[in-house]
């Protein structure tokens, strides 16, 4: 067992106590780049879910008559403890996730800034005053919050989804039960631990983990209350379509940021070293595991050769090993199960023509390492042109013309992100209207920052995350009708 800092926790957080599960199951938690067990965390179930949505429940008449400032306050508080606690975070995501330190530093960030922004947002919940439809009425529109609220999170950005979930909705008012991923559930209790010591009252917020098999009871418990209002989940397709099925049943509101599968457009006018650059953040960040990777490198084909040539150098250079070295620029992967789909998706492109120009296999450092990796030649025929790599492999295509390259880009039923690198402001304005996305990068691979709303279209998802719109979906509007005001006498 590693040493653990002193603020982080083991248990689950509800009702404000730090609590086991009742059969006194537990599930271990380990770092995936040596298999060492970190920690173990309980494994929780329907009856505990219930339990952590009574006490959202309980603690909902308070904190929601409580003033936007006052609960800005403690959000601040917390945003401020998450900034000061950023190297020990750091440490732990690195470990339990694998991702490098500097890049979990980022995160880091990245999620106190939801903290602070939706602090803010949460103040400027304004209403609406309509001119009335009558003379002796008045029509006002309020923003109100829903009450209590679930959240279920993944292991790839294990504290900044967190966050972008929970600062929304407890600015507005809500009460939250958190679900994290079964591979990173240390570093959300730690983020729960600090906002206990923000001064979050008990039941505002809570944490119940669980293992892979434990996720559908939990789930469930959530979906199927019916004090629980609204589900804000990030994850896979398959299972966002599954929870809002279930949500049907008593007409649960859902919001789902769901998978990928972008498209990285280089065309012959564009700066390389940019674009190279681009795919560095978007392709090799967090080996690949991001819902918002370049899933497939579309590159013009008079541009091909020397992209391809100048993209397998950079790779090549990649430093691959613990994230807690120094010089690491690439961890492992999250787990065997994310290894074997990115062989898998690696072998079936190879047998139907694509060619290996970097890489390719698992790396020689063993454990979940994978290759950073290079391929050509990738067709529709292949499944990694329509599954998420969630891996280091640069799978590149090529185009003739824009046209060719936008319908290369929509032809999938995900919509989540699209990037494309060209110094022509018309192709500029053309290219990004025509992507059938929520997020368009333009000369840039990285677009994420809380102030821009964030979220998919097609079966990427429904809604939006950060940004002032961020906070919308977890309030409900009531219009009050102010009748019997009479007319002037
Ligand atoms: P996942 O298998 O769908 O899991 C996501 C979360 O759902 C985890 O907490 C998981 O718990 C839980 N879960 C699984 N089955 C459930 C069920 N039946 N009921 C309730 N909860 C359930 O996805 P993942 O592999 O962890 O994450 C990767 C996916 O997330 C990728 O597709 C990626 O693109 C997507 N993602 C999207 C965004 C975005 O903003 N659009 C951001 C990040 C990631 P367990 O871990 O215990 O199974």
């Not at 006052?70 to 996730?97: I, N, Y």
């Not at 009335?132 to 923003?143: E, F, G, K, Q």
């Not at 079964?182 to 209790?189: F, I, M």
């Not at 003739?400 to 992100?417: C, F, H, K, V």
């Amino acid at each position: 067992m590693v040493k653990l800092p002193e603020f982080l926790k083991t248990d689950c957080y509800v009702g404000g106590k730090w609590v086991a599960a009742s059969s006194d199951k537990r599930l271990d938690v380990t770092d995936p780049a040596t298999g060492d067990v970190l920690a173990s965390v309980p494994r929780m179930g329907a009856e505990e879910t219930d339990a952590a949505i009574a006490a959202a429940h309980a603690a909902f008449p308070d904190w929601s008559s409580r003033t936007a400032a006052e609960r800005a306050l403690v959000l601040q508080k917390w945003a401020s403890l998450v900034r000061a606690h950023a190297d020990d975070l750091a440490r732990l995501m690195t470990q339990e996730q694998g991702k490098p330190f500097a890049e979990s530093l980022g995160e880091i960030e990245y999620a106190a800034s939801f903290l602070s922004w939706f602090a803010e947002e949460g103040r400027r919940l304004y209403g609406d005053i309509i001119p009335p439809h009558r003379n002796d009425a008045r029509i006002l529109v309020t923003r109100n919050p829903l009450g209590v609220v679930g959240g279920i999170t993944p292991w790839n950005f294990p504290v900044a989804m967190v966050t972008r979930k929970a600062a929304p909705a407890l600015a507005a008012g809500n009460c939250m039960v958190l679900k994290p991923a079964e591979a990173t559930p240390l570093s959300a209790l730690a983020v729960a631990a600090l906002g206990e010591m923000a001064g979050l009252p008990a039941g505002v917020f809570n944490v119940v983990t669980g293992a892979r098999e434990d996720a559908p009871a939990i789930g469930k418990a959530l979906v199927d209350s019916p004090l629980v209002r609204k589900i804000g989940f990030t994850g896979s397709t398959a299972v966002g379509k599954q929870l809002m099925r279930d949500c049907a049943g008593d007409l649960t509101k859902i919001s789902l940021e769901l998978g990928g599968n972008a498209a990285f457009i280089v065309f012959d006018d564009a700066d390389i070293e940019a674009a190279l650059d681009g795919i560095q953040v978007c392709k090799f960040r967090n080996s690949g595991q991001t819902c918002i990777a370049a899933n497939r490198i579309l590159v013009q084909e008079s541009i091909h050769d020397k992209f391809v040539a100048a993209l397998s150098a950079r790779a090549r250079q990649i430093q691959v090993g613990h994230g807690l070295e120094k010089a690491t620029e690439m961890g492992p992967l999250v787990d065997e199960r994310g290894l074997e789909k990115v062989e898998r998706l690696v072998a079936d492109a190879t047998d139907k023509g694509a060619k290996i120009h970097l890489g390719g296999k698992r790396h020689e450092a063993g454990g979940t390492y994978f290759q950073p990796t290079v391929m050509t030649g990738v067709s529709t025929e292949m499944d990694l042109a329509h599954e998420e790599l969630f891996g280091p492999v640069a799978a590149i295509s090529t185009f003739r013309d824009e046209q060719d390259a936008i319908s290369m880009a929509n032809d999938t039923p995900y919509g989540l992100a699209g990037y494309f690198y060209s110094r022509d402001v018309g192709r500029i304005f053309r290219v990004a209207d025509a992507l059938e996305v929520g997020i368009v990068g333009v000369n840039t691979g990285l677009i994420s920052t809380e102030v821009a709303p964030f979220g998919g279209v097609k079966e990427s998802g429904i809604g939006r995350e950060g940004s002032k719109y961020g906070i919308d979906d977890w309030t409900e509007l009531k219009y009050i009708c102010l009748a019997g005001l009479g007319a002037a006498a």
